[in-house]
């Protein structure tokens, strides 16, 4: 199945926030064979954000990529 929606999650130390935002996306529904992916752009986080997405990953059916942006910024 090729995604047809792609989520985009920006996240700066809200590792606890992301894992319920993950959680939701993950449980998410699609009709009539259409995929989701999730990606996921890191603000240069210093809490547990890189383990919440590599937790996400192994448990969601749904794809989930990992984006670190070093460079702060506004989304």
């Known amino acids: 199945m090729r995604p047809a929606i792609t989520v ?15 959680q939701a996306l993950a449980a998410q529904t699609l009709v009539g064979g259409v995929g989701l ?13 890189p383990a919440v997405v590599e937790e996400a990953a192994r448990l969601s059916r749904w794809p989930v990529r990992y984006v670190f942006e070093r460079r702060q910024g506004l989304t």
């Open 8 to 22: 985009l999650v920006c996240t700066y130390n809200r590792c606890e926030s992301l894992r319920d935002t993950l």
């Open 37 to 49: 992916e999730i990606v996921v752009v890191d603000n240069n986080s210093t809490d547990r954000t």
